[in-house]
């Protein structure tokens, strides 16, 4: 069984603070990626790595980075946080082959005062 | 018009019945198709997948695709008041990204 994980459950930060969310993967999937989920806005994708040290963005990617130095290993990074980064954030990973069927971690929602 | 829509429901049926719910998508070149269930809380879960037109069906449930008239649907039978959720519709575009576009989900109530 594919597990995707995730480093934190729950995560209480203040504004203008460095946040680094964590998310592992072992399956040796080439694809990783970045959702926030909020309600009655669905899915974003915030950005997603094809392949080592390759990221691309999402479609809300401001305030955001990645990295990915290695392969089972994607991080998102809130440069400066902001109340409105308060929400539900989701990684995923995919195999990279063809049908792409993406595996969720279980998620960090993440509350910034 | 967003490329993957869904009604966001709630759509409620009684314990026993049949549960249908529906995806329309904008891109004819899409290629794979996905239903994801999420509790509430809880992040999404693998249902089922679908390529190629017809009928798939695995235990209870049953996808559907139609590519000519860009829907794709899912069947629950005999729903169970723990098929209660959130269902998300997903679809791989023709580009080679890996990306998934989502709908933003329908609400099941199964009530008992």
């Known amino acids: 069984d594919v597990k995707v994980t995730q480093s934190s459950r729950y995560l209480v930060k203040r504004t203008g603070e460095k946040v680094f969310l964590e998310c592992v993967q072992d399956m040796d999937h080439e694809n990783m990626f970045w959702y926030r989920q909020d309600p009655g806005l669905g899915l974003r994708l915030i950005y997603f790595s094809y392949d080592v040290k390759m990221k691309e963005k999402g479609d809300i990617p401001e305030g955001y980075s990645v990295s990915r130095e290695k392969k089972e290993r994607f991080s998102l990074i809130l440069e400066s946080a902001s109340t409105n980064q308060t929400s539900m954030y989701l990684c995923a990973s995919s195999s990279g082959q063809g049908r792409e069927t993406q595996y969720f971690g279980p998620g960090t929602r993440l509350l910034v005062l | 018009q967003k490329e993957v829509e869904q009604n966001s429901g709630p759509l409620s049926v009684p314990e026993g019945a049949i549960a249908s719910l529906n995806c329309t998508y904008s891109d004819r070149g899409s290629q794979s198709f996905f239903w994801y269930r999420q509790y509430s809380g809880k992040s999404p879960e693998l249902i089922m997948f679908?390529?190629?037109?017809g009928d798939k069906e695995d235990g209870r449930f049953t996808a559907q695709l139609n590519k000519a008239s860009q829907y794709v649907s899912l069947l629950i039978r005999d729903s169970q008041p723990s098929d209660s959720a959130t269902y998300l519709c997903a679809i791989k575009g023709p580009s080679n990204t890996g990306k998934l576009i989502f709908g933003q989900g329908t609400t099941l109530q199964v009530k008992p």
């Open positions: 679908i390529y190629s037109n």
